[in-house]
């Protein structure tokens, strides 16, 4: 690799009783935020029709106190997660909140040269 242009690599793949899994947390991450956002995940494991194509059929576990997976049902992500992002979204994009972050966005440096 070219010097500054090293790329950083990292491995999200963890095992479960001895199949590999994707923590739901990385999915954003692994897509760069271009196709399943947070809100985008959330929505297709609840069994949004518009978002599930893709998703029909997957399931989602968690750990539960001993560690051992246990499936979450789509109605949790709906009434839970779905509404959770919906309420984030809300008060992110109106307001004073919306308002500091994209000044936020705007002063945080995106090159090198622009952190100097």
Known sequence: MKGAEKE???????????????PVRAIPLLTDW??????VCANAF???????????????????SSGEPEAIEARWWANWIVRELAACSELCGEGEAGV???NLKRRTPTTPEESA
């Open 8 to 22: 950083a690599r990292v491995n999200v793949v963890v095992q479960i009783n001895g199949r590999d899994a994707i």
């Open 34 to 39: 271009e196709v399943l956002s947070p809100d």
């Open 46 to 64: 609840a069994g949004d029709e518009d978002t599930a194509q893709s998703f029909e059929g997957l399931p989602t576990y968690r750990l539960n």
């Open 100 to 102: 500091k972050i994209e």
